[in-house]
């Protein structure tokens, strides 16, 4: 069989000011055809996974456009654009095709576009027609649409946050793709609008073992596959939100039952999966109660995984406020007191300004005497669970004095949440003898941190990214849904 593959992906923070242009995908890398050759731990870790498990059954694979930028606001329409017409090119060069299965994240908005996977989808479909099979991954925090469901077979989302389970899932709807083409199967799809926003650790229960019991139906009475798109909270577009769907093999009435069955017990356990975030201080005082170290806190509201700038003060100035020292924290995006650290060099004792840079969300700067312990270029951190490298481009490590037992800063040039410990070792910073370390990120960092970490908190500050999802503040979606709303009456699913 001859296998078109490709990735397109990023996720868009529609409260954030600040666009997602050309240096956002640069940053990551955009490649043509051969990202799992030039970049096959980073970026084109998925097209080489994908291409290595199709190559091993013997099949031909015409590699695509391969894509990527952190998370941040709108992408500009002339850069979505450009880069679905790429991937649309490189398909139909590749014509005539045996199937179609792509990477994308569900949660792209552009300029124009609230449904920029929807919208590139649709365009795939056209091109190969109604008889090729055609699927697609995506990331768990997506808008599942219905123009998504309408143009492509099979859909199927990661099932674990941190998102460790992308390999899994890729050579799950290859099966399903192969089945297709053979005559084998007939894929239908129904879908459950669960009317929940929120962020759900798996984790933890009762989310881990709801993952399992979604697994356990698969596979068996003709059910392909069950996935639960938790939604992205601060992406405001009229079809976001927590829904489950169900892929049956020519069972609509199956799909239909499963899904809502399944959506509502999802409901049901709405009030242990809330949030978990902590007010600042509270967690601070929960942090300090805690003999022996470290204790991982995540500084959530700045994580620039969901579109934060990564250069938020709040945690640092509380901790020199209150005294709190042997703590580490980063990454913070900030490319002037970089270029700073880098003039005066390793060893040089500066005033330096931190932060706070990008607007009202970063909160005020903040002045330090520090010492430069270290700047390394080309810093990359690792994602061992999820099989990949991020880059951090320039990094720098500075002390402080400032409180009873320092302050340890990271810097680094490339935005992007912390994912691995060797963020922080990797400039010969160590983690095991400090008392707390702060990691801009959500929930990514907790598969290598927990093994290290006393506890693992998460602090609640201002920020992009607002914890508190009855009040973001929504123009587009409909406000009827969990935790604004406690009674919700819910439709059927649909098919």
Known sequence: MKFFVA???????????????????????????????????????????????????????????????EPFGRTVREV???????????????????????????????????????????????????????????????????????????IIAFKEYPHTDGVDRARELYRILLDMQAGRLRPTTAVFDCKMVGMWHTTREPMAGFVKRLQSFEGHDGVLSVSLG?????????ESGAKLWVVTDNDTAKAQRLAEQLGREFWE???????????????????LQIDGGPVVLADVADNPGGGATSDSTFILRRLIERGIGNAVI?????????????????????????????????????????????????????AVAMGVRAPMGTAVWVESAAVPGGLHLLLASVRGQVFGTDAFTGLGLSLADKGLVVVKSSQHFHAEFAPIAKAVLYAATPGAINPDFARIPYVLRDLDYWPRVETITHQKAIS
């Open 269 to 287: 356990l709405r009030a242990l999966t809330g949030g978990n975030a902590l007010a600042l201080d509270d967690a601070l005082d929960q942090a």
């Open 7 to 69: 990735q397109l992906e990023t996720e868009t923070n529609t409260f954030a000011a600040a666009p997602t242009g050309w240096g956002g995908f640069e940053a990551c890398g955009i490649y043509r055809g051969d990202a799992s050759v030039r970049a096959p731990d980073t970026t084109g870790a998925f097209m080489q996974a994908i291409r290595s498990i199709l190559e091993a059954d013997g099949h031909c694979v015409v590699e695509g456009l391969c894509a990527s930028a």
């Open 230 to 238: 938790h939604g992205f909270p601060w992406g405001d577009v009229p």
């Open 330 to 382: 980063g990454a913070f995006w900030d490319l002037g007191a970089i270029q700073i650290c880098k003039d005066a060099g390793v060893g040089a004792v500066i005033d330096l300004r931190v932060g706070g840079k990008c607007g009202p969300a970063s909160g005020a700067p903040v002045d330090l005497r520090v010492t430069v312990r270290a700047v390394v270029e080309a810093h990359s951190q690792s």
């Open 80 to 154: 979505y654009e450009s880069l679905r017409e790429q991937m649309l090119a490189d398909l139909r060069m590749a014509m005539p095709v045996d199937a179609v299965q792509l990477l994308l994240h569900g949660a792209m908005v552009a300029d124009g576009y609230d449904d920029c996977e929807g919208d590139l989808m649709a365009r795939v479909r056209e091109i190969i027609g109604p008889d090729v099979p055609f699927g697609v991954e995506l990331d768990l925090h997506c808008h599942f649409t219905e123009r998504m469901r309408a143009s492509a077979d099979v």
